[in-house]
């Protein structure tokens, strides 16, 4: 995946959620040293508030929704509850409103959690806001690995793809 190729190929995928999974051992890890010391009032309600506000809304609204589609203000709230940046923000103005303390582990936690165990990140508008599989990508994957996805064979892992 580059800057111009904005896909990633089943190994690259893996690679990514190996990366978030680091991320999450790490978090979990200081979560576990410093246990005593974590007012887990604080984590519970810093882990829950990403869902409660960024997908608990969208899911509700996709299942009732009759055709599955979602208006946008659905995922964009997913998208700023979800993103690195948001949990920077807030994490960085806990600590200086309220001091900084290892309940902010809440924020890694979930994140990495939604992204190394589900494969979950930001949404794009064109896709279901539950996953699913987009036919564009069905069309991608099976080109892909057909080899005629694009004007090279494609290679994954120093070697050719075949389907």
Request: net charge positive; charged share 20%.
């Amino acid at each position: 995946m580059d800057a111009k190729n904005r896909f990633e190929t089943r190994t690259t995928f893996a690679l990514s959620r190996i990366e978030w999974l680091v991320f999450l051992v790490v978090s979990l890890v200081l979560a576990f040293q410093y246990r005593s010391e974590i007012r887990w009032g604080v984590f519970l309600a810093l882990f829950a508030v990403i869902d409660v506000i960024g997908y608990i809304p969208g899911a509700i609204a996709f299942r009732r929704s009759p055709d599955k589609r979602v208006a946008r203000g659905y995922y964009v709230a997913y998208n700023v509850m979800h993103s690195l940046v948001t949990a920077a923000v807030l994490a960085g103005a806990w600590a200086l409103l309220v001091g900084p303390e290892w309940a902010l582990l809440a924020l890694p936690v979930h994140l990495m959690g939604d992204r190394a165990l589900f494969g979950n990140s930001l949404k794009p508008f064109g896709v279901s806001f539950e996953p699913e599989m987009h036919p564009a990508c069905q069309d991608f994957e099976r080109n892909y690995r057909a080899g005629t996805g694009g004007s090279r064979p494609p290679v994954e892992d120093g070697h050719a793809v075949r389907a």
